[in-house]
């Protein structure tokens, strides 16, 4: 028997490579198929975020990010699938890829690790394993995330002076589900912080703080998870 050395092996995958054979019109299809689907996709991903996302500034490039991300990921998956010696120097030329961008928010993590993997699988023709893990991903981020639907987290500020007054905020919050989370005492003003849950068309508990005697001023910013108390 005669030996086969790794040379022959990776020369052999180069030229038996479908890239150097016929493009049949079933493999087109396919193709495109599978670019239609990742795009689909895509779209379907960048709606969830959209719906769920409850941030302060939403950004529609990184929404249109992920659905061509899905794209781009399909395609490389097509492309490196087809021959050996093509998915290591793509492999290779990824590799010193180095994105600079900071992500904060970890929930965009999970859903550009989530359009990562569906584009992989749909390029590798896994289309039901697709199917099935966007339906359990869906409802696993509108489960967790019920609870905020509707309701929004807020940052309250309030300037006072007197003592009684801070009773008659908590009075006034006594309906709202809130959380203290600093309290500073400047000679006679009083900076109140405290984290709260409220809707946005129901805000009226700000309008009636800032009408009481001795309050300054109300401020109140929506939570975006960056606040460290």
Not at 43 to 59: D, E, F, M, N, Q
Request: glycine share 6%.
């Amino acid at each position: 028997m005669d030996s086969v050395s790794v040379q022959d092996v990776i020369k052999r995958s180069f030229l038996e490579s479908e890239l150097f054979g016929d493009m049949t019109w079933e493999r087109i299809v396919q193709i495109i198929i599978s670019l239609c689907i990742s795009l689909a996709v895509g779209l379907i991903i960048y709606l969830i975020y959209k719906k769920t996302y409850r941030g302060v500034v939403y950004s529609q490039t990184f929404g249109l990010t992920l659905v061509g991300m899905c794209v781009l990921t399909c395609m490389v998956t097509l492309a490196i699938s087809t021959n050996v010696v093509l998915s290591l120097g793509m492999v290779g030329a990824l590799s010193i890829v180095r994105y600079r961008t900071a992500i904060k928010e970890p929930m965009d993590l999970l859903f550009i690790f989530w359009t990562i993997t569906a584009g992989i699988t749909i390029g590798a023709y896994m289309y039901w394993l697709v199917v099935a893990a966007s339906i359990v991903m869906t409802f696993l981020i509108i489960l967790l995330g019920r609870k905020k639907f509707g309701k929004q987290v807020f940052i309250m500020i309030v300037h006072y002076t007197g003592d009684d007054i801070g009773d008659e905020i908590r009075k006034i919050l006594s309906k709202i589900k809130y959380i203290i989370r600093s309290k500073t005492m400047r000679k006679d003003t009083t900076e109140l912080a405290v984290e709260l849950y409220a809707r946005k068309d129901n805000l009226v508990f700000a309008e009636r703080i800032r009408e009481l005697g001795n309050v300054d001023d109300v401020s109140l910013v929506q939570y975006n998870g960056e606040y460290n108390g």
